[in-house]
């Protein structure tokens, strides 16, 4: 039986006018085939169409092979039809660092370390199955018969689960003193790199009296040597220039798509001074005279701010791109903090010129210092000993961070007070406690679905179709755990938009620390914690609010007789999760929705247009939104 089966068989009882007037509930075991079966079938389904799509589609399946922007030697390879399933497993951690980078590497390994843990968990079962089938009460259901719920209260079988959990424990620790082994060796040989970001540091919350280039290289001299610092950088306040910057930013790809519809389609582009009446006017000629405008205000600018920079010992060298050739690819206000160096440091140094692109809260005049710097230093050894050295007495001042790559920086949290940042992060911190209380909401319901008697206590108006209708409750119970998956989804999304308020000078992302540990917390709570209470959540609430042990026990009781539940979130997860992320769904709905938008738009004169990123809509091959 498949998906298909299931469907039918459910069309049939809907067809019928009634059934037995009284349906029996159905047992976990029930619930968990018919999940097995449904998303089973539609796992195959998916992996059967990707293994038939890969090889026709390299440009979907296959990016860094396909795409000279994005091309590695390791993705050549494509491997059969059918024996890349064990041949992407001869691929060594030294390839995926070289070519994937230090985050996939590592990413690669947790995942294996799930796996180990997984199996321990699987050997486990083997003898915990039978005794708490014969050391449980009998129960003919062998989900819940072989469960820890199936023990009664004081049950010598509960020995034997503690002797797993040690089992368990004792193995995962393991697993993670050779993984931390695995993991420092190759920290190591990653730090040992001649990169900026190796020999650098970021400097925040600089007193008035450090916030200047001189003072800031004879500090760290003094430290080390006189030759130990390549380059001392300050963050400037450049309000005005970053406006015109933003300004020539908007006006680029106009100016570009205009020239492109003259060539291709031989018409002259024209276009309205304002939105509401105005003059038509050469769309070419008067966005060209406008850059050529802002280019000669830009360097204007920056010459000024160099000249005062100078004359004030505030080092910044800004360089918004103010040649010919870098107006063609500014997307933005562009400051290279790392430039300078000495012949001891790598040339990834000398060509590692970071975006410096400031967003500034306040007012004043361009070339003001503010209390952050970057510094790179000639060696390792003076750059790791000034980023684990405490450089003033005050706990906030002058405090050394590993800076992240220059191109994710968030430079309008550069230089920001820290007064700022703890504001930020309690903002955050309340803004995700009050989304856990109000999440629970949707996920008890969610979790009540899959106990039919609880449902229909909360919402009478079921009791007749559950009653009259077998399949209504098979049903119930098949989407409870889909539905608390799609939710679970939704969560990095909206706790990625509570991280920003943190004053990270990391761009946030979808692989941030703070932001993995916020939603494991969230999930463990949510999926572990409301789901045993869920038909008494609020009776539950008041008695641990009265007795907080009591939750402890609460859990105990209710969390066992939850296998079959958190089975079926499982089964949802992985066999969904998986056939949707092996045909890239996802991606390719964008880049289609993306060639819809553009072709109706007009944005597809040139190649380069037709594989752009248009309206926050990305394009195969960018899947990072790198164009934006």
Same mark, same amino acid.
Request: glycine content about 4%; some cysteine.
């Given at each position: 039986?498949?998906?298909?089966?299931?469907?039918?068989?459910?069309?049939?009882?809907?067809?019928?006018?009634?059934? =037995?007037?009284?349906?029996?509930?159905?047992?976990?075991?029930?619930?968990?085939?018919?999940?097995c079966?449904?998303?089973?079938?539609?796992?195959?389904?998916?992996?059967?169409?990707?293994?038939?799509?890969? $090889?026709?589609?390299?440009?979907?399946?296959?990016?860094?092979?396909?795409?000279? =922007?994005?091309?590695?030697?390791?993705?050549?390879?494509?491997?059969?039809?059918?024996?890349?399933?064990?041949?992407?497993?001869?691929? &060594?951690?030294?390839?995926?660092?070289?070519?994937?980078?230090?985050?996939?590497?590592?990413?690669?390994?947790?995942?294996?370390?799930?796996?180990?843990?997984?199996?321990?968990?699987?050997?486990?079962?083997?003898?915990?199955?039978?005794i708490y089938?014969?050391?449980?009460?009998?129960?003919?259901?062998?989900v819940?018969?072989? &469960?820890?719920?199936?023990?009664?209260?004081?049950?010598?079988?509960?020995?034997?689960?503690?002797?797993?959990?040690y089992?368990?424990?004792?193995?995962?620790?393991?697993?993670?003193?050779?993984?931390?082994?695995?993991?420092?060796?190759?920290?190591?040989?990653?730090?040992?790199?001649?990169?900026?970001?190796?020999?650098?540091?970021?400097? &925040?919350?600089?007193?008035?009296?450090?916030?200047?280039?001189?003072?800031?290289?004879?500090?760290?001299?003094?430290?080390?040597?006189k030759?130990?610092?390549?380059?001392?950088?300050?963050?400037?306040?450049?309000?005005?220039?970053?406006?015109?910057?933003?300004?020539r930013?908007?006006?680029?790809?106009?100016?570009?798509?205009?020239?492109?519809?003259?060539?291709?389609?031989?018409?002259?582009?024209?276009?309205k001074?304002?939105i509401?009446?105005?003059?038509?006017?050469?769309?070419?000629?008067?966005?060209?005279?406008?850059?050529?405008?802002?280019?000669?205000?830009? =360097?204007?600018?920056?010459?000024?701010?160099e000249?005062?920079?100078?004359?004030?010992?505030?080092?910044?060298?800004?360089?918004?791109?103010?040649?010919?050739?870098?107006?063609?690819?500014?997307?933005?206000?562009?400051?290279?903090?790392?430039?300078?160096?000495?012949?001891?440091?790598?040339?990834?140094?000398?060509?590692?010129?970071?975006?410096?692109k400031?967003?500034?809260?306040?007012?004043?005049?361009?070339?003001?210092?503010?209390?952050?710097?970057?510094?790179?230093?000639?060696?390792?050894?003076?750059a790791?000993?000034?980023?684990?050295?405490?450089?003033?007495?005050?706990?906030?001042?002058?405090? $050394?961070?590993?800076?992240?790559?220059?191109?994710?920086?968030?430079?309008?949290?550069?230089?920001?007070?820290?007064? =700022?940042?703890?504001?930020?992060?309690?903002?955050?911190?309340?803004?995700?406690?009050?989304?856990?209380?109000?999440?629970?909401?949707?996920?008890?319901?969610?979790a009540s679905?899959?106990?039919?008697?609880?449902?229909?206590?909360?919402l009478?108006?079921?009791?007749?179709?559950?009653?009259?209708?077998?399949?209504? &409750?098979?049903?119930?119970?098949?989407?409870?755990?889909?539905?608390?998956?799609?939710?679970?989804?939704?969560?990095?999304?909206?706790?990625?938009?509570?991280?920003?308020?943190? %004053?990270?000078?990391?761009?946030?992302?979808?692989?941030?620390?703070?932001?993995?540990?916020?939603?494991?917390?969230?999930?463990?709570?949510?999926?572990?914690?409301?789901?045993?209470?869920?038909?008494?959540?609020?009776?539950?609430?008041?008695?641990?609010?009265?007795?907080?042990?009591?939750?402890?026990?609460?859990?105990?009781?209710?969390?066992?007789?939850?296998?079959?539940?958190?089975?079926?979130?499982?089964?949802?997860?992985?066999?969904?999760?998986?056939?949707?992320?092996?045909?890239?769904?996802?991606?390719?709905?964008?880049?289609?929705?993306?060639?819809?938008?553009?072709?109706?738009?007009?944005?597809?004169?040139?190649?380069?247009?037709?594989n752009?990123?248009?309206?926050?809509?990305?394009?195969?091959?960018?899947?990072? %939104?790198?164009?934006?």
């Open positions: 039986m498949n998906a298909f089966d299931d469907v039918d068989l459910l069309t049939t009882r809907l067809l019928q006018d009634e059934a =037995s007037p009284t349906s029996t509930p159905l047992t976990d075991t029930e619930i968990v085939k018919q999940t079966r449904v998303y089973g079938s539609i796992f195959l389904v998916l992996f059967l169409l990707f293994l038939f799509l890969r $090889p026709r589609y390299p440009y979907v399946y296959n990016i860094k092979k396909s795409f000279p =922007s994005l091309h590695s030697s390791l993705a050549d390879d494509s491997f059969g039809a059918i024996s890349w399933i064990w041949k992407v497993f001869s691929v &060594s951690y030294e390839e995926l660092a070289e070519h994937c980078g230090m985050d996939a590497m590592a990413t690669i390994r947790l995942l294996e370390f799930g796996v180990k843990v997984s199996l321990v968990g699987v050997l486990n079962s083997v003898f915990l199955f039978p089938s014969l050391m449980g009460s009998s129960n003919t259901d062998p819940t018969a072989n &469960s820890l719920g199936n023990l009664s209260q004081g049950s010598n079988g509960a020995y034997a689960t503690t002797l797993a959990a089992i368990l424990f004792g193995a995962a620790m393991h697993f993670i003193d050779k993984d931390l082994e695995w993991f420092t060796s190759h920290r190591h040989a990653f730090l040992s790199k001649q990169t900026v970001q190796n020999y650098s540091i970021y400097l &925040s919350g600089l007193t008035t009296d450090m916030q200047s280039k001189s003072a800031l290289r004879e500090y760290f001299e003094r430290c080390f040597s030759n130990s610092v390549a380059d001392v950088q300050l963050a400037l306040t450049i309000p005005n220039l970053e406006k015109k910057v933003a300004k930013s908007k006006i680029l790809p106009k100016l570009e798509h205009a020239i492109n519809v003259k060539v291709v389609t031989k018409e002259t582009p024209m276009h001074t304002k509401l009446g105005g003059d038509k006017v050469d769309t070419v000629h008067t966005y060209t005279k406008d850059l050529e405008e802002l280019n000669t205000e830009i =360097s204007a600018d920056i010459d000024r701010i000249t005062l920079r100078n004359d004030n010992e505030s080092s910044g060298v800004i360089d918004a791109g103010a040649n010919d050739e870098q107006d063609e690819e500014a997307s933005g206000t562009e400051t290279k903090y790392f430039h300078k160096t000495t012949t001891a440091l790598s040339e990834s140094v000398k060509s590692g010129g970071a975006m410096f400031s967003v500034i809260f306040g007012t004043g005049d361009d070339g003001a210092p503010r209390n952050a710097a970057f510094v790179s230093f000639a060696n390792l050894t003076s790791n000993l000034a980023r684990q050295t405490l450089h003033n007495d005050e706990p906030w001042d002058c405090v $050394p961070f590993e800076p992240p790559l220059p191109k994710l920086v968030n430079w309008k949290n550069v230089g920001l007070s820290n007064q =700022s940042k703890q504001i930020g992060e309690l903002i955050s911190f309340l803004l995700t406690a009050t989304l856990c209380i109000f999440w629970t909401i949707p996920v008890s319901f969610i679905l899959s106990n039919v008697e609880a449902l229909t206590d909360l009478p108006f079921l009791k007749a179709p559950v009653e009259n209708y077998e399949w209504f &409750s098979s049903l119930l119970a098949i989407l409870a755990p889909l539905i608390l998956v799609v939710f679970i989804s939704l969560l990095p999304h909206i706790l990625l938009a509570f991280l920003k308020f943190e %004053g990270l000078i990391e761009i946030a992302s979808m692989q941030h620390p703070s932001l993995f540990s916020k939603l494991a917390s969230f999930t463990i709570l949510q999926t572990f914690f409301i789901s045993t209470i869920a038909s008494t959540l609020f009776a539950s609430l008041q008695e641990i609010v009265n007795n907080p042990t009591s939750a402890i026990t609460l859990v105990a009781k209710a969390l066992p007789a939850q296998a079959g539940y958190f089975i079926q979130i499982i089964l949802v997860q992985n066999f969904l999760g998986l056939g949707t992320e092996l045909l890239r769904i996802s991606p390719v709905a964008i880049n289609f929705a993306r060639k819809i938008a553009t072709k109706v738009m007009g944005f597809n004169l040139t190649e380069k247009e037709q752009s990123t248009f309206m926050g809509l990305r394009a195969l091959d960018d899947p990072l %939104g790198k164009s934006n």
